[in-house]
T-cell receptor, first 116, second 115 residues
Framework: EAGVVQSPRYKIIEKKQPVAFWCNPISGHNTLYWYLQNLGQGPELLIRYENEEAVDDSQLPKDRFSAERLKGVDSTLKIQPAELGDSAVYLC??????????????FGPGTRLTVL | AQSVTQPDIHITVSEGASLELRCNYSYGATPYLFWYVQSPGQGLQLLLKYFSGDTLVQGIKGFEAEFKRSQSSFNLRKPSVHWSDAAEYFCAVGAGGTSYGKLTFGQGTILTVHP
């Protein structure tokens, strides 16, 4: 069974440029998460989807960040424009079920973003 | 709001020695507690979780953790460490109520294993 797939694995951009990250969750997983992981820190939730609905986006900086999960499968996280402080690893995770229990979250390898 | 503290940023042990990684949480109700491991360049993998019941929880790769409500702790242990256990370990607490499903992670503990 394939795990959570993320691309690209690495991205280097200049500040003020846009950037997008893509995530393909494990087949059949209804819940999808985007996390931000700064160097030396644990992951912090940005947004959680149940199917195509964003059920928790309270931590997403909506002035520059956006996300979508069309058709309730793949998801894209976008930053426009990127700032120096956005340099971090962006992790995607998915879990089965409808979020009614604390199902295990399966994490992808992440996208390491460097903003110059 | 819930929070997690992992007091040790970096721990070094010899292969074959025992291991204990500390985790303290802050949460007003009965917590959902987790330990994840992250190898370099990899995503996080769940080691074990505690929801209720027996306070000693067994996980994968020979790890176990003990929930102590009086100390607000959920320490991870392994009786004999292998070189392949070198990685970063994260403790997390899950919220209930209106924030159900949200995990809050600690800052992590890096484990180095000497041969």
């Amino acid at each position: 069974e394939a795990g959570v797939v993320q691309s690209p694995r690495y991205k280097i951009i200049e500040k003020k440029q846009p950037v997008a990250f893509w995530c393909n969750p494990i087949s059949g997983h209804n819940t999808l998460y985007w996390y931000l992981q700064n160097l030396g820190q644990g992951p912090e939730l940005l947004i959680r989807y149940e199917n195509e609905e964003a059920v928790d986006d309270s931590q997403l900086p909506k002035d520059r960040f956006s996300a979508e999960r069309l058709k309730g499968v793949d998801s894209t996280l976008k930053i426009q424009p990127a700032e120096l402080g956005d340099s971090a690893v962006y992790l995607c995770a998915s879990s089965p079920g409808d979020g009614s229990s604390y199902n295990e979250q399966f994490f992808g390898p992440g996208t390491r973003l460097t903003v110059l | 709001a819930q929070s997690v503290t992992q007091p040790d940023i970096h721990i070094t042990v010899s292969e074959g020695a025992s291991l204990e990684l500390r985790c303290n949480y802050s949460y007003g109700a009965t917590p959902y507690l987790f330990w994840y491991v992250q190898s370099p360049g990899q995503g996080l993998q769940l080691l074990l979780k505690y929801f209720s019941g027996d306070t000693l929880v067994q996980g994968i790769k020979g790890f176990e953790a003990e929930f102590k409500r009086s100390q607000s702790s959920f320490n991870l242990r392994k009786p004999s460490v292998h070189w392949s256990d070198a990685a970063e370990y994260f403790c997390a607490v899950g919220a209930g109520g209106t924030s159900y499903g949200k995990l809050t992670f600690g800052q992590g503990t890096i484990l180095t294993v000497h041969p």
